[in-house]
């Protein structure tokens, strides 16, 4: 299974897409500021990992976690989080008092919900991957991730999102896939720096039209949903280089397709 965490320097995270960039380790890390044991065999956390203080970035993925305990709020120079993969129910309210964390991986898991709180702390936060995790929903609390620029959370069970959504001023990518999705909030179009928009695989019949202010969107999916048509703005996207509209129902307008088209944007309907 594909395997994505984040090279720490001391300059801060890689300006590379944060989702593609994967941290090559030696070994299992020098076990003081990076450690790794992914793949470990492991169902529990070994008591002594809360002792190393001095650790930026821990890798506990693939392994048979049920839980992570609180001490994890001992760990407060860590950047990078990866507890992907594992069999965990919940997230311990912790990981909201690490202030430096910018990296927080937790896709494959069965959780349900996040803890309150644990959003609102990580102010520092510019990745966070929970793919297939098992979310029914996401806390308004989602807004204050003002320094998000990657959310990944396709393949979940969330049937709508907080209209605080729209204050991650600085979001590049956002992956909605495969979720429950029947409507999205008009504060969408306030994602000014928004690159990537994946929306397929829901229950979408409409796109709200605020969304024509995404002047930095260069790439729109909507596969998959219950659209009948396009809406008009798409083609007010300044930099849209591909959307794709493919199984829905849609008939769009000659007119618009050659908009686009005469524009460079790859249109699949």
Excluded at 170 to 177: D, I, M, Q, S, T
Aim: proline content about 5%.
């Amino acid at each position: 299974m594909a395997h994505s965490v984040v090279m720490i320097s001391g300059d801060g995270m890689s300006d590379h897409d944060l989702g593609e960039t994967q941290l090559h380790l030696d070994g299992n890390g020098d076990g003081r500021r990076v450690l790794s044991l992914y793949d470990s065999g492991l169902v529990a956390v070994p008591p002594w990992i809360w002792k190393l203080t001095e650790l930026e970035s821990l890798n506990l993925s693939q392994n048979s976690l049920l839980e992570i305990s609180g001490e994890l709020a001992q760990l407060t120079r860590l950047r990078m989080l990866d507890l992907g993969h594992n069999t965990l129910h919940a997230l311990p309210a912790a990981i909201g008092t690490l202030e430096r964390l910018e990296y927080l991986y937790v896709s494959d898991n069965s959780l349900g919900t996040f803890p309150p709180g644990l959003l609102a702390g990580a102010k520092r936060l510019r990745y966070l991957g929970a793919a297939d995790a098992g979310l029914t929903g996401l806390p308004d609390e989602l807004g204050e991730l003002v320094a998000l620029e990657e959310l990944r959370i396709q393949g979940n069970r969330i049937a709508s999102l907080p209209a605080s959504i729209g204050r991650l001023r600085n979001l590049r990518v956002l992956l909605l896939r495969g979720n429950r999705l029947t409507q999205v909030p008009p504060t969408l179009g306030e994602l000014s720096e928004l690159r990537h928009l994946d929306l397929r695989g829901n229950e979408l019949d409409a796109i709200p039209a605020p969304l024509a202010q995404l002047g930095q969107l260069t790439h729109l999916d909507l596969r998959s949903n219950r659209l009948s048509r396009l809406p008009d703005w798409v083609t007010e996207l300044p930099r849209l280089e591909t959307l794709d509209a493919r199984w829905n129902t849609i008939r769009a307008p000659e007119r618009l397709l050659a908009t686009l088209e005469a524009r460079g944007c790859r249109v699949h309907l």
